[in-house]
């Protein structure tokens, strides 16, 4: 499988991330919360797509997510910890089993 562009390979990656609906559907609850500019850490990305080359399920070795965002009016550990307890307990509700870590 070889790609001849750029625009190629990114649409390939996402097709693969569109699979693993339980990650797509918590980047979608975490999208819902409006935290300021975020993005999830590379290793439940990266492991979607080995595991999906690797033919093997796509959640297979995922255990967290870290969910990295930024804002510089409110630092506080305590925004942080909101933010993870309500992850978590969408994860929770949706029997999904990961651990959440979210940074600001």
Partial sequence: MKYQTLEEQL???IEILK????LMNILNFIHSLYLPNYYIAAGSVFQTIWNYLDRKPLNYGIKDI???YYNKDDLSIET????CDLINKFCINNGYNY????SN
């Fill in 19 to 22: 699979q693993n609906v339980e």
């Fill in 66 to 68: 870290d969910v990295i």
């Fill in 80 to 83: 942080d910890i909101k933010y």
């Fill in 99 to 102: 651990k959440i870590d979210v």
């Fill in 11 to 13: 649409n390939f990656t």
